[in-house]
Each structure stands twice: as structure tokens, then as C-alpha cells.
């Protein structure tokens, strides 16, 4: 009797131990030291900002290395007047489609449809409704109105300006173009 | 149904509240009959179906506007109605504005300034493509009356009686062998009491001979007592072995997020790419975990779940709170639909972390080798709350790069590479070892 008593015993231990280890909690290091950055994280929390973390926007008035600045504002004008004037700095040998493809499924094709339709997966589970087909007659798309409404988002759409960069972004015109042209052959 | 409508269109919903409820269908029907025979010119061309309307306002109106709720432009739940109550406007005139608003405010009409002014000047784009009979399917749908709500999550109740019995089925099971052990365990008792009564009433002496007793015998016997040391050794080596493995090593590592964010309706379900919220795994060494502008993508318009993305575990209402909780941080006002410019941080809680001693670049894996993204990081389409798939230790990094054959073909940053060193070893496919992927210093520096 005593000996079942003390297997009873080990055997409750065991399983509180077990049950002791917590998935929510991270686990141990052997040298934290080593483990742990000297230097600043990315989104490391840090008192040595104003803020308390590491990001930071860039100071105003300056621009970041390998950026231009885009000077056409985010108003109705400005989106009229991109779509009048601006034009892509890409020439026809600098337009690769095939990654202006890649990065449309990534980030257009989800609501306006891999094709351009306005038929993308959000818009057939009815998450997000009324994306409009690129060859819709009422908007007319040009690659000026593309890529203000890439840079700034129109209506219900956001901004994509820190997903793409600027390059991204005309590739990424250049690509919405052809699927313009496609629909409405 | 048509009918119905067209009281209800030209008679304000007053008129409908006083109505007798009783007889309720039959005045309707007998109102509209009248207005129909007293109007039935002018009212032909109002006709229309809030089926095709439905589907035509999803595909041109839904961008900006839903029928109860301000978004970038005004709700439109009977427009019609109170534009001509309120304003005196008619069928032309909303007929005008849809097809080119910027004409209607440029002719200097009040109330479109107005309206203009009122959304923060975001035209509304023009639609000259809609015709009569299209604008009047449009209104007609605007003209329903707001559905009665369904009844939800049937499909997410089957699922959970369904779970909850197969959970209850196993622990029955579980109960009944319990119960079952404890009867052999009392009637092996219960027989052993039994034989010895037996013996004592047949005179059978069973009093045990009292010999050495057991651990003595053990201690005298050296060699018995060799092998037990020796078995104890390895055995107490080979649990202290695996403790100080699994040391620092976060497989499976499942923390506690601020807002809960489900991998598996946003991955998963709606089948968004890794790389849309994740977008600097492309260009950058971290994947970066998304600013809140990214999620506001789509939350600026999906502001609560579909009743059947509310699963048992987890209710519509708990989904919703965690809309509410984005909403705080960005600092969205979701009634006025604009921001308000006071936000807070999300503190999302750190899941893959590797030492820094060791140097890993995502983008070098996800756009120069194109690796999947579930390679490391597993089945996080499938993950409700997120975890640490890979144990992420240097054994299990090496193994990959041995076993991996690095896709050359078409990839410009390896060409010149992958032809001298598939001279040097005479293969035609090179593993990532064989391209250094073993050497200390590329990740050790």
C-alpha cells in the first residue's frame, strides 16, 4: 500500500511539473548577454527617444536617401492634375510585367481581382464590395490617376506608398495598364 | 413586392405607421393599386427591381457609400425619400449627380456644394454609364427597409455542439475505463481475501518464510548493484541532456497578443498573401510587422466580422472588440469616418527571435532563394492564434541548407555563380552548403 502511495506521488509530481511548462512565456537562455542586442532592434521599445520606441519618422523637411519626394498633393486637383500630366519615368526596356505581376497579386489582386475585373477574393466573399473594373468609363484611368491613387489611396482604398517603393509603384502601373488594355480589347 | 414598394415610395413611412396592422397586406395592396391607376404614367418609369439594384449598387455605389452607415460618402438607405422630404430634390436631379456630380455643383446647385463640402470635397466619381432604368433598380434597393436580423451563427453552433461532443465522448470513454480498472483493482482485493479465508478454514499455513529481505539480497550482489548505477548515470545523463538542449530554444512558443489576431481568417480564409501585410520580407532583413495603416486597408471598410467567421470558440462579439481595439490604436473614429490623430502603440509581443549572434536576412530567402514562407514559419494559415513552428536552432538551419537545391534556373543572381561551382563539383544541382551555406562567417560575424 505504501509503495502505491509513493508511485502516486512521483507520478502527481510529474504531471504538475509538466504542466508547469507555459507556452505563453518564452523559455530560458544560457547567456542572456549574448542572446540580447547591444544595438537598437527593429520596433525595439528604447528611452533614449522622445517617443519610447525606436522607429522614427524622418525629420521634417528632409528627404531619405534613395527617395523623391512627390510633389503633386493628395486633393482632387492633385488627382486631376495626375492624371493630365504626370507620366511614367519607366521607358519600355526598364517595364518588366512579370514583376509588376507578382507584386499586383500581392497587393492589388486581393480586392481588384487578379485580372483587373474588380473581382478579387475579398470582393466574392463580400468582405469589401464596389471595386470598380479598370476599364470603368466613368474613372478612365491613366497611368498619372494609377499611381496617385497607389501613392495617397482614393476613397475606401489606403495608401500603398510604404508597401511599394517608387520603382514598385511604376512597375506596378505599368502592369495595371495592360490589364486596362485586356479588358477592354 | 413591387407593389408594396411603390406605396411605400410614394407615401412616407408616417402614413405606413398609421396604417391599420391587421389588415396591413391588404391596404397596402389596395393603396397601391389606387396610386398605381391614378399615377400609373409617371410612375412607370420608377420602376424597379432591388434585386438587380442590389447587385448593381455592390458593384458601382458599395466603394463609398452602404445603405446605414457614413463611409466616404453619405448613407443611402432611402435616398430618394429624403432628398425629396428634406431638400425637394427629385429623380432627375440624383439621376444628374450620379452620372456627373462635378457638373451638378459646378452649376451652382446649394444643396451639392453642400454635400461636397460636408465629405471633405472627394468627388464622387461619375458614372455615365448608368441609365434610367439602372438608377431606378439602384433606388429601389436603397427604398427597403432595413432586414430583420438573421439568426446567426448556425453554422458555427453546429460546428461547437459537434466539438463539444466529440470532447464529452472522449472523457466518457476516458470515465468508463477508470471505473472499469477500479472493479478489477477491488475484485483482485476481493479474491485474494477470499483464498486466504479459505486457506485459514482448510488449515493451510500460508505465513510467508521470513528469507533476506530484497534490498539487502540487492546490496550483496555487486553486480546487480554496477549495472543499476551505471543504468541510473545514463538515464539521469540523457534527461539533463535533453533539459540543457531545449534550453533557449522557443519552438512552439505561443504568447499572449495584444489585439488577437487570427492568421487563419486573414491568411487562411481570405487567402491574403504573407507578403501584403509582411511586405519588407521582399527588401529588407526583418519582415517587418505591418504599421496599423496597413490593416486600416481593409478595416476602414470591414468594421465587424460575417456571422460565419464567428467560430464556438470565439463569438462575432469577441471579433468585433477586436476591430474596436484597432480602431482605438489608429485612433479611427468609425461614426465620423475620419481619424483623430490620437493613437497609441500596439505592443505586439515578439514571437521568432534569434540571438543576436546569428544573422538572418529574410529578404535573401524569400526573394533571391523564393522560399515559402510556411517552410520556417509553418502552417500559420491555419494558426487561429499565432506560434512558433520551427525550433529555429542552428542544427535545424544546417539541415536545410544541406538538403535544399537551390533553384538556379531563371534567377539572375546566381548565374555566373552556379557555373563555376558546378565545374568545381561536377553536379548539376548545388545544395545551399555547397554555395557556403556552411561557412561560420555568413552568419556568425
Known amino acids: ?185 | 413586392m413591387k407593389k408594396s414598394y411603390q406605396s411605400l415610395e410614394v407615401n412616407s413611412t408616417n402614413n405606413m405607421k398609421q396604417v391599420n396592422h391587421r389588415k396591413l397586406g391588404k391596404n397596402i395592396l389596395r393603396l397601391s393599386l389606387i396610386i398605381l391607376l391614378a399615377f400609373s404614367t409617371s410612375l412607370s418609369a420608377q420602376e424597379g427591381d432591388p434585386a438587380k439594384g442590389k447587385s448593381l449598387f455592390n458593384a458601382n455605389c458599395a466603394a463609398c457609400h452602404k445603405l446605414d452607415k457614413k463611409m466616404t460618402g453619405p448613407a443611402l438607405r432611402k435616398v430618394e425619400q429624403r432628398l425629396s422630404d428634406e431638400q425637394g430634390l427629385d429623380r432627375e436631379w440624383i439621376a444628374a449627380w450620379i452620372r456627373n456630380s462635378a457638373a451638378v455643383i459646378k452649376s451652382g446647385d446649394a444643396y451639392a456644394s453642400k454635400i461636397y463640402d460636408e465629405y471633405g470635397g472627394a468627388a464622387m466619381t461619375a458614372m455615365p454609364q448608368l441609365t434610367d432604368e439602372d438608377i431606378s433598380h439602384i433606388l429601389a434597393y436603397t427604398a427597403e427597409d432595413v432586414p430583420e436580423p438573421v439568426v446567426a451563427q448556425v453554422t458555427g453552433g453546429q460546428d461547437g455542439s459537434g466539438n463539444q461532443e466529440g470532447g464529452i465522448s472522449n472523457k466518457m470513454i476516458l470515465g468508463a475505463l477508470a471505473v472499469l480498472f477500479a472493479l478489477l483493482a477491488m475484485a483482485l482485493v476481493l479474491v485474494r481475501q477470499t483464498l486466504n479465508r479459505f486457506a485459514e478454514a482448510k488449515g493451510v499455513d500460508i505465513s510467508e518464510t521470513k528469507g533476506t529481505p530484497i534490498w539487502k539480497a540487492f546490496v550483496q550482489n555487486q553486480f546487480l548493484v554496477l549495472v543499476t548505477a551505471i543504468f541510473l548515470l545514463l538515464a539521469s545523463g540523457y534527461f539533463v541532456y535533453g533539459y540543457l538542449m531545449q534550453v533557449g530554444v522557443d519552438q512552439g512558443y505561443q504568447p499572449v497578443q495584444p489585439i488577437h489576431y487570427s492568421h487563419k481568417i486573414h491568411a487562411g480564409d481570405n487567402g491574403i498573401d504573407c507578403k501584403y501585410c509582411h511586405s519588407s520580407a521582399r527588401v529588407s532583413k526583418t519582415s517587418g510587422i505591418p504599421s496599423l495603416n496597413v490593416c486600416m486597408n481593409c478595416h476602414k471598410s470591414i468594421y465587424e466580422v460575417a456571422p460565419e467567421t464567428a467560430t464556438a470558440e470565439y463569438s462575432k462579439e469577441f471579433y468585433d472588440g477586436e476591430i474596436k481595439k484597432l480602431y482605438a490604436a489608429v485612433g479611427w473614429d468609425d461614426a465620423e469616418q475620419k481619424y483623430t490623430g490620437e493613437t497609441q502603440p500596439v505592443k505586439w509581443v515578439r514571437i521568432h527571435n534569434l540571438p543576436d549572434f546569428a544573422y538572418f536576412n529574410h529578404s535573401q530567402h524569400v526573394s533571391v532563394a523564393g522560399i515559402e514562407c510556411q517552410t520556417c514559419h509553418g502552417p500559420v494559415e491555419e494558426m487561429e492564434i499565432m506560434y512558433q513552428h520551427a525550433p529555429l536552432t542552428m542544427g535545424w538551419c544546417i539541415n536545410c541548407h544541406r538538403e535544399t537545391n537551390v533553384n538556379v534556373k531563371d534567377n539572375a543572381y546566381y548565374e555566373k555563380i552556379h557555373a563555376e561551382l558546378s565545374k568545381k563539383y561536377g553536379v548539376d544541382q548545388l545544395t545551399a552548403a555547397q554555395m557556403g551555406g556552411l561557412e561560420c562567417g555568413k552568419c556568425h560575424y
Open chain 1, 1 to 185: 500500500m505504501k509503495g502505491l502511495f509513493k508511485i502516486v506521488v512521483i507520478a502527481l509530481v510529474l504531471v504538475v511539473v509538466v504542466s508547469c511548462k507555459k507556452d505563453t512565456k518564452p523559455n530560458y537562455q544560457f547567456m542572456p548577454n549574448m542572446y540580447e542586442p547591444v544595438s537598437y532592434e527593429t520596433y525595439m521599445e528604447s528611452d533614449a527617444f522622445r517617443s519610447g520606441w525606436e522607429a522614427q519618422l524622418p525629420a521634417e523637411g528632409t528627404v531619405p536617401r534613395g527617395f523623391t519626394p512627390f510633389d503633386i498633393a493628395n486633393t482632387t486637383e492633385g488627382y486631376n492634375f495626375a492624371k493630365d500630366s504626370l507620366s511614367s519615368p519607366l521607358d519600355s526596356t526598364k517595364v518588366d510585367l512579370a514583376r509588376g505581376k507578382e507584386l499586383y497579386d500581392i497587393y492589388c489582386g486581393i480586392c481588384h481581382g487578379n485580372k483587373g475585373d474588380g473581382q478579387g477574393t475579398l470582393v466574392k466573399r463580400e468582405k469589401i464590395l464596389g471595386i470598380p473594373s479598370y476599364d470603368d468609363v466613368g474613372r478612365a484611368i491613366t497611368a498619372g490617376s494609377i499611381y496617385h491613387t497607389i501613392y495617397y489611396g482614393k476613397n475606401a482604398m489606403g495608401s500603398y506608398a510604404n508597401q511599394l517603393n517608387e520603382e514598385e509603384r511604376w512597375q506596378v502601373t505599368a502592369y495595371v495598364l495592360d490589364l486596362k488594355a485586356k479588358l477592354e480589347k
